[in-house]
C-alpha cells in the first residue's frame, strides 16, 4: 500500500516570501527530515536566512537566481542544490513564470527521533 500527498495549489501557506506546501506533519510518514514545495511568483525574491538544519533545494520547474552568502548561482529545472548548515540563502526569481523547487532539511536531532520511532515499531 502506497500513501499520495497531492500538492494542493489552491491552499499554499506563505512562509519565507514565498508560497509552498510544508510536507509535515503527514502521519503515515515517519522521516528523518522535513520539506516542502516552494513556489517564487515571478519579480520576487524569498526571505534571506540560515539555520543549523542541512538542507537541499531540488529545481522542479523554471529558472531562479540561488544566493548563498551573498554569491549569485543560477538555479534551474534539474538542479539539486546542497546548502551547508548555517549558510544564509534566498532564492530570486527574475523570470516572467512561477519558479517551483522542493527543499528537504534534516537534522541529527530529526534523525535521532525518526531513529526512536521505527525502533518502538511506528511506522
Known sequence: ???????????????????????????????????AWCILRPGTTSTAHSH???EIFIAVAGAATLVVDGVRHPFTAGDVVRLPPGSTHCVTNEGEADFEYYGVW??????????????AGVS
Open 106 to 119: 534534516w537534522d541529527p536531532e530529526m534523525a535521532a527521533q525518526f531513529t526512536a520511532r521505527h525502533e
Open 52 to 54: 543549523h538544519e542541512y
Open 1 to 35: 500500500m502506497i500513501d499520495i500527498r497531492r500538492l494542493d495549489r489552491d491552499h499554499l501557506e506563505r512562509a519565507y516570501g514565498l508560497d509552498s506546501q510544508r510536507l509535515l506533519p503527514w502521519p503515515e510518514l515517519n522521516a528523518p527530515f522535513e520539506g
